[in-house]
């Protein structure tokens, strides 16, 4: 089963809004990870976020993890078409050991020019 | 040149043929993974490699097999190919080090396949 699931499925907004996408997961992680895909080739890593950590930044990403909640949002600022991809959440559950991500079934992003 | 390699790039097989996909990286990670990608179901793990000498099953391993034949490369076979397998298969190596958690994965182009 999945680890993580991302909601809204699909996003679609004009360039310059904020999108802002949600992950939730099942077991406890040791941290939870943002991944980039565009159309429908290698995925890419955007920011990594421990469990001991509550907020990140990356220049126009922030995340927030509530570990009490199981969940986990990204928030892209300002955005531009170029951001228009699908998004998916992986999560390294706990305890340490398995060193193997999950992931979530992801948030199609559409950014309308 | 791409740091994590996988080919070939799309291919179209028939149900019952043995089919391998092949990944090497150059990287220098010591783990390795295989994912499937399906419309809707996100990516799920298929098997993970942590030095050429482990090989781990994931979530879906049943009908697949793989093959640690280096550092830099992890093959992937399916024995014999049917149709539920036509999916996007990617191949990633991650920066973990020995005894830590992962950090960030590293993924390939991935690899199209349809068996009909």
């Known amino acids: 089963s999945q680890q993580g699931e991302e909601d809204p499925q699909a996003l679609s907004i004009q360039e310059g809004e904020n999108a802002t996408m949600n992950c939730s997961y099942k077991?406890?992680?040791?941290?939870l990870q943002w991944y980039r895909q565009n159309s429908g080739r290698g995925l890419v890593h955007l920011i990594l976020i421990r469990s001991n950590e509550r907020e990140k930044h990356s220049g126009r990403l922030r995340v927030t993890l509530d570990t009490s909640k199981k969940s986990s949002s990204l928030l892209i600022t300002a955005s531009r078409a170029a951001d228009t991809a699908s998004y998916f959440c992986a999560t390294d559950p706990y305890p340490p050991g398995t060193y193997k991500y999950i992931f979530g079934t992801g948030t199609r992003l559409k950014v309308l020019a | 040149d791409a740091d994590v390699t996988q080919t070939p790039r799309n291919r179209i097989t028939k149900t019952g043929k043995r089919i391998m996909l092949e990944c090497s990286q150059t990287k220098g990670h010591d783990r390795m993974y295989w994912y499937r990608q399906d419309p809707g179901l996100g990516l799920r793990l298929i098997y993970y490699s942590f030095d050429v000498k482990d090989i781990n099953k994931g979530e879906i391993s049943d009908g697949y097999s793989v093959s640690r034949q280096a550092q830099a490369k992890f093959s992937l076979s399916l024995e014999s190919a049917i149709p539920n397998q036509t999916a996007l298969y990617f191949c990633a190596t991650s920066d973990g080090a020995p005894g830590q958690p992962n950090e960030k994965l590293f993924f390939g182009s991935g690899t199209q396949l349809s068996v009909l």
């Open positions: 077991t406890s992680i040791n941290n």
